[in-house]
């Protein structure tokens, strides 16, 4: 019993001590967005002599921050969801067809996974510049969602195999088609990965710095992760303006989860006890 409850202690001061530690950064973002660049390095723990929102101000007249947040989400929305339909009709084929080359596709798709962006960004930029497509959302799309189709297709082919094959040919019986059985039996039964595959991905693009300030010149089109470089110059750096701009920038995010919470902890934990 004394063992129990010491076990129950050390469990209850892990959780708090892991929540404050998740929570600091916000505190400290929060608590310096109200300070200027010469308070925040003086007594960078020290609460803000008054409340004042310049530094939110400058940051969406000056660093145009909400218009690259919703340009970051609608980038991010668009290729998740084309990545998630894809990903599925890819993962329906690896696990349910059966032909020759599903094994070599796999690994094709294994190989998409370790290959780093880095080493693909030459012939990714000159593809781009032959096609038109720099600073066009189009463009910026479909390269996301070249990116990141692998994981997604990894993630869910892993999970399809889980499922039992038992399903399709009791359908198949009852005189239920290829697409019927994608859309009707199997695509219920992977929301537990698809939501993990989603929150991952859009994740990803939402907070990608590289693709974006390679491909887009036009600060119309630029993503967060831009906007926040803005507060940042040869000789000088705005940590208020920065600080008001992050906060500005997780702000959808967390009203995001704030409304679709039980889905999304419902879907994660659900695919954490699949089997």
């Known amino acids: ?83 998630l339909l894809v990903s599925l009709l890819a ?59 692998s994981f997604s297709v990894y993630m869910l082919s892993g999970y399809m195999r889980s499922i039992s094959r038992e399903l399709d040919e009791a359908a198949r019986i009852d005189g239920c088609t290829t697409g019927g059985i994608l859309f009707r039996i199997i695509m219920p039964l992977m929301k537990p990965a698809a939501t993990s595959a989603a929150i991952i991905t859009f994740l990803r693009i939402y907070n990608d710095l590289i693709l974006a300030i390679l491909f887009l010149s036009d600060k119309k089109l630029q993503t967060v992760s831009i906007a926040l470089l803005s507060f940042k110059s040869e000789s000088y750096v705005d940590y208020g303006g920065s600080f008001a701009g992050i906060l500005l920038s997780i702000l959808p995010l967390v009203v995001l989860y704030i409304l679709f919470q039980n889905k999304i902890i419902g879907g994660m934990t659900d695919g954490a006890v699949k089997g």
């Open 91 to 149: 993962a329906y084929a690896l696990t349910r067809l059966r032909f020759r080359l599903a094994p070599a596709f796999s690994l094709f798709y294994v190989a998409g996974i370790t290959l780093p962006i880095y080493a693909a960004l030459v012939p990714l930029s000159q593809i781009m510049s032959t096609l038109h497509l720099r600073d066009t959302v189009i463009g910026l799309v479909l390269v996301y969602v070249a990116v990141n189709l």
């Open 1 to 83: 019993m004394k063992k129990n409850k010491t076990g129950t202690i050390f469990l209850y001061a892990a959780a708090i001590l892991w929540t404050i530690c998740c929570l600091f950064p916000l505190a400290f973002s929060a608590l310096s967005s109200f300070k200027n660049t010469t308070q925040i390095l003086s007594h960078p723990f020290a609460l803000p002599e008054r409340i004042s929102f310049e530094n939110y101000l400058y940051a969406i007249e000056h660093a145009q921050i909400l218009r690259a947040v919703w340009n970051s989400i609608v980038y991010a929305f668009l290729a998740t969801a084309i990545i």
